[in-house]
Nanobody, 123 residues
Framework: QVQLVESGGGLVQPGGSLRLSCAAS????????IGWFRQAPGQEREGVLC????????YYTELAKGRFTVSRDNAKNTLYLQMNSLKPQDTAVYYC????????????????WGQGTQVTVSS
């Protein structure tokens, strides 16, 4: 019913950039808060940031500030995560998740999610 598809991951060198996409179907993206979480092998899922339906951004980790930004293209019903100055510590599977209007720091509060896209930062 509510579907999200992540794309744009890949292999980059430290200091490089990637832009991840989160495409939505069967709902209007601008009515939802969209969060980004990531999970590395053997580690707990970590919140990165979230943009609410009004466009406000919440950073869940200080590690993302100054390097990661989000934008929304309502015409394409797609949200983008621009990641700059990537570090090996950013290596993980990245997931976008959705809930109505407001962001939450709890992954369980989000009602829709995608399959994830792999980001690998290595020289």
């Amino acid at each position: 019913q509510v579907q999200l598809v992540e794309s744009g991951g890949g292999l980059v060198q430290p200091g490089g950039s990637l832009r991840l996409s989160c495409a939505a179907s069967r709902f209007a993206l601008n009515d939802y808060a969209i969060g980004w979480f990531r999970q590395a092998p053997g580690q707990e899922r970590e919140g990165v940031l979230c943009i609410d339906s009004a466009g406000g951004t919440t950073y869940y980790t200080e590690l993302a500030k100054g390097r990661f930004t989000v934008s929304r293209d309502n015409a394409k019903n797609t949200l983008y995560l621009q990641m700059n100055s990537l570090k090996p510590q950013d290596t993980a599977v990245y997931y976008c998740v959705a809930r109505l209007y407001l962001c939450s720091r709890r992954y369980a509060d989000f009602v829709s999610w995608g399959q994830g896209t792999q980001v690998t930062v290595s020289s």
